[in-house]
């Protein structure tokens, strides 16, 4: 048969791991040809928010801005801080270079004359 862990989810906090994995089946434990899966969980990138959850393990959340900060377009969602907290009000839609407004929606033009 065919075993495919197409969406294997790993939980655990920021640290080094090894995975021994092991199959059960009725006829008795599927052997690997590997001994051990070293894992390396890492700490959030820079312009995440680390969250935990409620069994105590960390997990991390891409800031959330309002809804009319054009993330991706001309402006990027900064955390307000980087623990615990994703909140829509306090983070803060930064424009990107050539850009401003309130909802950095006003491209900025620069006269040359």
């Not at 307000?80 to 829509?88: G, K, L, Q, V, W």
Request: net charge negative; charged share 20%; proline share 4%.
């Amino acid at each position: 048969g065919i075993c495919e862990l197409n969406n294997l989810k790993i939980f655990a906090n920021p640290n080094s791991y090894f995975l021994e994995p092991v199959i059960e089946n009725y006829s008795g434990t599927i052997q690997f040809s590997f001994d051990k899966i070293d894992i390396i969980i890492n700490e959030c990138h820079s312009n995440q928010i680390k969250m935990v959850d409620k069994y105590g393990i960390q997990y991390c959340e891409t800031p959330k801005c309002q809804d009319n900060c054009p993330v991706g377009i001309s402006a990027n969602c900064i955390p307000y801080t980087y623990e615990f907290i994703n909140n829509r009000t306090l983070n803060i839609c930064e424009c990107n270079d050539g850009w401003e407004g309130e909802s950095c929606n006003s491209k900025v033009f620069i006269d040359f004359k």
